[in-house]
């Protein structure tokens, strides 16, 4: 952690922290620009418009949170959260160009900083990613609600995530063996 965080440093980059109502038109442009770039970068479709980044800053305001990584001035890189009263999720992450270990300290270590600044109690970094493991961020299942109205249909899927489920709870268990803190070590 200590390395990667020192990569970032030696680089040159800064990060700041700008919420939904502290940003500027050019800082949302930004935001947007970079949740659009990794779709662009890697798969599919980026769903949301420049009009989504202007309602959700103005309407969740402090709830709304942006790491800004810039270099030299120019914003290089970006981090999109969301937070609760006591939880930060990390969303999303863009950036126009590529460093050392910068992703980890956009979307990881600058949220841990986050937290503990704001006194928030939880850091949801967000899924997927089995290099978050020796991050500190260890599984946790996930739960969503759908509601299928073709009961044929809703059988199927039923039936599959029953089987989904049990896979992911096994694969949730080999990945929390490799954790890195100490056996009976609290995360």
């Known amino acids: 952690m ?3 965080r020192r990569y970032v440093q030696q680089a040159g980059i800064d990060i700041r922290t700008v919420h939904g109502h502290q940003a500027s038109d050019a800082e ?3 935001l947007h ?3 659009r770039s990794t779709f662009d970068k890697k798969w599919g479709h980026a769903t949301l418009n420049r009009g989504f980044f202007d309602d959700i800053a103005a309407g969740m305001g402090e709830q709304l949170v942006f790491m800004v990584a810039s270099k030299g001035g120019r914003d290089v ?3 999109i959260c969301l937070r609760s009263g006591d939880t930060l999720y990390g969303r999303h992450w863009g950036c126009h160009e590529d460093y050392h270990s910068l992703h980890f300290e956009a979307c990881y270590y600058q949220g841990i900083d986050y937290c503990i600044r704001h006194g928030l109690r939880y850091f949801e970094p967000g899924a997927q990613g089995e290099h978050k493991i020796s991050r500190g961020f260890l599984p946790t299942p996930t739960w969503s609600a759908h509601w299928i109205s073709d009961n044929r249909f809703r059988t199927i899927i039923d039936r599959f995530l029953q089987q989904e489920t049990a896979a992911m709870l096994d694969y949730i268990q080999e990945l929390g063996e490799r954790s890195p803190f100490r056996q009976g070590q609290a995360a």
């Open 77 to 79: 890189a970006g981090a």
């Open 2 to 4: 200590r390395r990667e």
């Open 28 to 30: 949302l442009d930004t």
């Open 33 to 35: 620009t970079f949740y």
